[in-house]
């Protein structure tokens, strides 16, 4: 597609229950990234693939954050038994190589009640 | 302390008047560097590349130095549209991931 999509655009969900967050690139984009950003903090590097690998995956805050990338182009970031402290905007960006910036997506806002 | 660290601001200017914005990151083997700029609940957006001999675009002017491990934007002749949060944003040499700055917050007023 033109840009990078992301869905949904909002999320509420209740604590303890499991969300999908979905990513779809920009079309030829080797690389994926996911980070998170809470209300009037910075971004949080949550994990990266390059096509359907994931060489660096530091930035998952805990086990119940999982992620998988298919047919290199779509990703999902799953977290399992959402807690309160999940609750921010989850930004998915896409790079053509190496040494090239980001095309973010428009993100999920994530709200935990 | 954070690999990339900015002053969060708020910088409050005029419009017209010229602004400048500092970033220092720790990890000497960061090979790339960026401005991204983020408007209020949007995600962020390249502004532009840094390069090592510097670089202008338009209004926008980016310095690299390596030795200090710094890197700074400047924006001439500001405009009401210039108002967002400016992210300073290195890569390291290994992987492809990007470590964003928290930001400098930009106001600019009539």
């Known amino acids: 597609g033109a840009g990078v999509s992301q869905s949904p655009s909002n999320k509420v969900t209740e604590k303890g229950k499991d969300v999908e967050l979905r990513c779809d690139p920009i079309?030829?984009?080797?690389?994926l990234y996911w980070y998170r950003q809470s209300l009037g903090q910075g971004l949080e590097f949550l994990i990266y693939?390059?096509?359907?690998?994931?060489?660096?995956k530091s930035g998952l805050p805990s086990d119940r954050f999982s992620a998988e990338r298919t047919g290199g182009s779509v990703s999902t970031l799953t977290i399992q038994r959402t807690q309160q402290e999940d609750s921010a905007v989850y930004l998915c960006?896409?790079?053509?190589?190496?040494?090239?910036?980001?095309?973010f997506g428009s993100g999920t806002r994530l709200t935990v009640v | 302390r954070k690999e990339v660290e900015q002053d969060p601001g708020p910088f409050n200017v005029p419009e017209g008047a010229t602004v400048a914005f500092n970033c220092t990151y720790s990890?000497?083997?960061?090979?790339?560097f960026f401005w991204y700029r983020q408007d209020c609940r949007k995600e962020p957006k390249l502004l532009m590349s840094?390069?090592?001999s510097g670089n202008e675009d338009g209004r926008f002017t980016a310095q690299l130095n390596r030795a200090s491990q710094y890197i700074s934007l400047l924006i001439r002749d500001s405009k009401l549209s210039d108002s967002a949060t400016y992210l300073c944003?290195?890569?390291?040499?290994?992987?492809?991931?990007?470590?964003f700055g928290g930001g400098t917050r930009l106001m600019v007023k009539p």
């Open positions: 960006a896409s790079s053509p190589g190496q040494y090239r910036g980001y095309t």
């Open positions: 840094v390069y090592s």
């Open positions: 990890n000497s083997a960061s090979q790339s």
């Open positions: 079309s030829g984009h080797t690389a």
């Open positions: 693939f390059q096509g359907n690998s994931a060489p660096d």
């Open positions: 944003v290195v890569k390291r040499d290994a992987g492809n991931m990007l470590t």
